[in-house]
């Protein structure tokens, strides 16, 4: 029994899926979308951005069901939720997980106006997904979200590189090599 003098949360989700939506799908040829409520702020001090603290209770269960029938249309079976490392390490994460690379164009990336961006690159938002997508399901898929107000958008394409290229106004940098260390040590993925 453990007991802390500060707030905690625990989470529980029992069952079952159709289809799912795994880290270890996306494939070479994929377009990387991003999907994300832009309909929100920051919780200063912390890189959260709240999209959900007073939105229809209704409009969010609409929302996150949007994943689960992209997983069952088959549109759609390679994605993640953007967690605390932001949506370039989310996408770390994706693409390790699934013993591929990727160029991502930082300036597609979905942003709200008038917040810094290298802060929004950081942010962990409450709706915010990455999705690897075959390329005759894109234009689907980036409808059915922004059928919901939802900002959605091509910023990469995956490939077999192992390495993850990020390019802004026609520079490029690579950000990750997976041959020369991993990022999370994902299981199954090349070593």
Not at 30 to 38: I, P
Not at 40 to 53: I, K, L, M, Q, T
Not at 138 to 148: L, W
């Amino acid at each position: 029994n453990t007991r802390s003098a500060q707030a905690q949360l625990a989470v529980s989700i029992v069952g079952r899926a159709r289809a799912l939506l795994s880290s270890f799908n996306a494939r070479a040829g994929d377009r990387l979308l991003m999907a994300v409520d832009l309909r929100g702020r920051f919780e200063d001090p912390y890189p959260f951005w709240n999209a959900s603290v007073g939105a229809p209770a209704q409009r969010l269960r609409d929302d996150l069901e949007l994943l689960p029938q992209l997983a069952e249309s088959g549109l759609c079976d390679a994605a993640k939720d953007i967690s605390m490392a932001g949506a370039l390490g989310t996408a770390l994460m994706l693409l390790e997980c699934s013993d591929k690379g990727a160029r991502i164009d930082v300036d597609a990336i979905p942003r709200p106006a008038n917040v810094d961006f290298e802060r929004w690159l950081s942010a962990f938002p409450s709706f915010g997904f990455l999705l690897s997508v075959r390329e005759h399901h894109v234009d689907e898929v980036i409808a059915r979200f922004r059928e919901r107000d939802l900002a959605c958008a091509a910023i990469g394409v995956v490939d077999a590189s192992r390495e993850v290229v990020v390019e802004q106004q026609r520079n490029a940098a690579l950000l990750w090599s997976f041959a020369d260390s991993p990022f999370i040590g994902a299981p199954g993925a090349h070593s």
